[in-house]
């Protein structure tokens, strides 16, 4: 069967949508994508969606289920690339994508989970210290 | 209203789903409509694609360009012979839903469209004719 390759870019995943999907394919990503998070042990997903035409809401459903997956994972999800059309369908049909971290481009998106990556480790070491001062 | 060309496709798997969502792209191409609008009755139809194959258990959708008088359009009639539709209000809320979506597609099908009509017998089946003019 057809599949939406995943690439691993250090501690990241990267998804490139470059076909109309069809529902299996969509859900054969969400299935790829969480084993691949802990394959990896990945502490982010960048989906880039601007080869896509259109979004509804079946496609709008399956970002948000990846996003809450991966957070359930310890994994912050971006998506980048919207093209500008597919924002202002999205919205007129009722769908915000709420819960979605979006991006501009790929480059932005790399940065916003490095910083995120970045700022939940100083949490852990700062958890760390915390344990460490009680003994 | 004179029809110019028209075109009728099944929708029996989520592959047909695509093909549809393609040909109504081609079509919107075709008569000329701005690529906001295009995303938008592409997007209408992959919604109603999908209700016609979830909860109509298939069926077929009629892509028609339309011509009255200067304005030109793109009509697409989808068509099942499943179980219907008891209560056409509460189906258009956003967030109702009989199945496992998000309940957004007949009312955001409705906002993408210019003209919208939807018709449903219990037991007989569901027609849903959309329309956007450029």
């Known amino acids: ?135 | 209203m004179r029809i110019l060309s028209s075109e009728r496709m099944e929708l029996r798997s989520s592959e047909d789903i695509v093909s549809a969502r393609q040909a109504v792209r081609k079509k919107a191409v075709a008569l000329g409509l701005g690529l906001v609008d295009q995303t938008k009755i592409v997007t209408a139809a992959s919604e109603l694609a999908r209700n016609t194959l979830d909860y109509g258990g298939g069926g077929t959708v009629l892509l028609e360009t339309l011509e009255n008088g200067v304005r030109s359009g793109l009509r697409l009639t989808f068509e099942d012979q499943g179980p219907g539709i008891a209560n056409i209000t509460q189906a258009l809320t956003d967030g109702f839903t009989s199945g496992n979506g998000m309940g957004l597609g007949l009312g955001g099908a409705k906002r993408l469209s210019h003209e919208f009509e939807i018709t449903s017998t219990p037991g007989e089946g569901t027609r849903v004719s959309i329309l956007r003019w450029k």
């Open chain 1, 1 to 135: 069967m057809e599949r939406i390759p995943i690439l691993k870019m250090g501690r990241f995943l990267l998804v490139t949508i470059q076909v109309d999907m069809h529902d299996r394919l969509a859900l054969a990503l969400q299935d790829d994508l969480t084993s691949q998070i802990v394959k990896w042990k990945a502490r982010g997903v960048l989906i880039d969606i601007s080869a896509l035409e259109m979004v509804d809401s079946f496609i709008g459903r399956m970002l948000g289920t990846i996003a809450s997956m991966a957070r359930l994972l310890d994994s912050d999800t971006v998506v980048v690339g919207m093209q500008p059309s597919v924002a202002i369908t999205l919205v007129e049909l009722g769908l915000s994508l709420k819960g979605i971290r979006t991006a501009l481009d790929v480059e932005k998106g790399m940065a916003a989970l490095q910083d995120a990556a970045a700022g939940s480790d100083g949490n852990l070491s700062g958890a760390d210290r915390d344990e460490n001062s009680q003994f």
